[in-house]
C-alpha cells in the first residue's frame, strides 16, 4: 500500500481505495461481508464508547484531557469510520451522497425556525423562572 502526503485533503472515495487496497493486499475480501464489516464496526462502537464510559458529560474540545487520550481516542473515532466506509464500499452506497441526502431529509423534518423555538420553550421549562409560572404539557 503506497503512502499518502498528509497534506492532501482526506476524502471518502481516497479512504474506500485505500482500504478496498488493504483488504486486497491481504486476501480479507472473503472476509468482507456486509454482515461481518457491520458486526465489525459494533465492536468499535463500543470500544469508542468505553473511552467515555466513566467520564460523564465532557466539555467540547475535552480541555481536560491528557495528549495521549486525545491519540486514542482518534484512533478509535477512526476505526468507526473506516468500518463504515468499507461497509458501505462492499453494500454499493455512496455514503457521501447517502449522507448529504440524509442532512437534506432531517432539514425537512427539523425545520431550524420549529426547532429553535422548541429548544426556547424546552430551556424555559427547565427553568420555572424564566417562563413567569405558566405551565406547559412538555409536547
Given at each position: 500500500?503506497?503512502?499518502?502526503?498528509?497534506?492532501?485533503p482526506v476524502t471518502l472515495d481516497m479512504l474506500k481505495q485505500l482500504m478496498a487496497e488493504f483488504a486486497k493486499e491481504r486476501d480479507w475480501d472473503?472476509?468482507?461481508?456486509?454482515?461481518?464489516?457491520?458486526?465489525?464496526?459494533?465492536?468499535?462502537?463500543?470500544?469508542l464508547s468505553e473511552i467515555f464510559q466513566w467520564k460523564g458529560e465532557v466539555p467540547k474540545g475535552l480541555p481536560n484531557w491528557k495528549e495521549e487520550e486525545k491519540v486514542h481516542l482518534g484512533?478509535?473515532?477512526s476505526d468507526v469510520?473506516?468500518?463504515?466506509?468499507?461497509?458501505?464500499?462492499?453494500?454499493?452506497?455512496?455514503?457521501?451522497k447517502a449522507a448529504l441526502r440524509k442532512v437534506q431529509l432531517?432539514?425537512?423534518?427539523?425545520p431550524a425556525k420549529v426547532c429553535k423555538e422548541l429548544s426556547i420553550s424546552s430551556t424555559q421549562d427547565e427553568n420555572?423562572?424564566?417562563?413567569?409560572?405558566?405551565?406547559?404539557?412538555?409536547?
Open positions: 500500500m503506497t503512502g499518502i502526503a498528509e497534506e492532501a472473503r472476509f468482507h461481508s456486509p454482515r461481518n464489516l457491520l458486526l465489525a464496526l459494533v465492536g468499535e462502537v463500543g470500544e484512533e478509535e473515532l469510520l473506516l468500518y463504515l466506509v468499507r461497509l458501505s464500499d462492499i453494500c454499493g452506497v455512496d455514503l457521501g432531517n432539514a425537512i423534518k427539523y420555572p423562572s424564566t417562563n413567569n409560572g405558566t405551565a406547559t404539557d412538555g409536547d
